[in-house]
């Protein structure tokens, strides 16, 4: 199982902060002109400024504040502007630096599965599990966006949470075991995400794809069959036939 981060990102551009998807230049340059759509300094892609709205198929969402950078994408919040309700948006990046058209058609596809062929278990079952219930592929846009329903997604991670506080030996023990019940109903549940014979795995499990809520409550999110489609390396999974 390997761990899906943006360091790579780095490699592809000349960022002062050598972390392109976490500096602040993209988000200053958004605030000062607008409509700007790469770093003034780096070229890398800026972020989405207030009230962008996005059209799902479930939907349009209304962009709130940009919350923080995760994995290898960032993380919005914002609503579903029919409904009014909550939502957390994760935008991942298809820059021309990284992939070709083809790979980034690929993606895009890929990712549009992810929603049509996701959990067959219903919604209200799922097992602490963050999963999109939208996805936004336009192929004319180098940006695609996972929708979140509520304010789970944007709960903070395992990692920020131990920067903040120590773990008694009774609340490790509590953490793991509902990581691991988490995990048995992942595996134990059939997907039509990537393939229809194999069983869905995370993948992708780590301080930074764990969130924790105040009650003490564990998610795992983040998973490898979205979330490595856009690290800028050769993925592990093998996208769908037709997108080849």
Same mark, same amino acid.
């Given at each position: 199982m390997s761990i899906i981060d943006s360091t790579t990102l780095a490699k592809f551009y000349q960022c002062t902060e050598n972390a392109p998807l976490s500096c602040r230049k993209p988000s200053e340059t958004t605030d000062k002109i607008?409509?700007?759509? =790469?770093?003034?300094?780096?070229?890398?892609?800026?972020t989405l400024p207030v009230s962008t709205e996005l059209r799902g198929s479930l939907g349009t969402y209304r962009i709130d504040k940009l919350l923080r950078s995760q994995g290898i994408g960032r993380l919005y919040s914002g609503i579903q502007t029919s409904s009014g309700q909550s939502v957390v948006i994760k935008e991942y990046l298809l820059p021309k630096q990284c992939f070709n058209a083809v790979e980034a058609q690929q993606r895009r596809i890929a990712l549009s599965q992810v929603t049509q062929g996701n959990l067959t278990t219903p919604k209200s079952r799922e097992f602490r599990l963050v999963t999109p219930s939208d996805t936004i592929a336009d192929p004319s846009?180098?940006?695609?966006?996972?929708? =979140?329903p509520g304010e789970i997604a944007a709960l903070p991670t395992l990692k920020q949470v131990l920067t903040e506080r120590a773990f008694s030996a009774s609340r490790v023990r509590q953490t793991l075991n509902q990581i691991l019940q988490s995990l048995h109903f992942l595996h134990t549940q059939p997907s039509k995400s990537l393939s229809q014979t194999t069983a869905t795995a995370h993948g992708n499990l780590g301080l930074d794809s764990i969130v924790v809520s105040d009650n003490g409550y564990v998610y795992v999110c983040d998973l490898a069959s979205w979330e490595q489609l856009f690290a800028p390396i050769p993925p592990q999974i093998t996208l769908p036939q037709q997108a080849l």
């Open positions: 607008s409509g700007a759509k =790469f770093c003034l300094e780096c070229g890398f892609p800026t846009s180098d940006r695609v966006y996972l929708i =979140f």
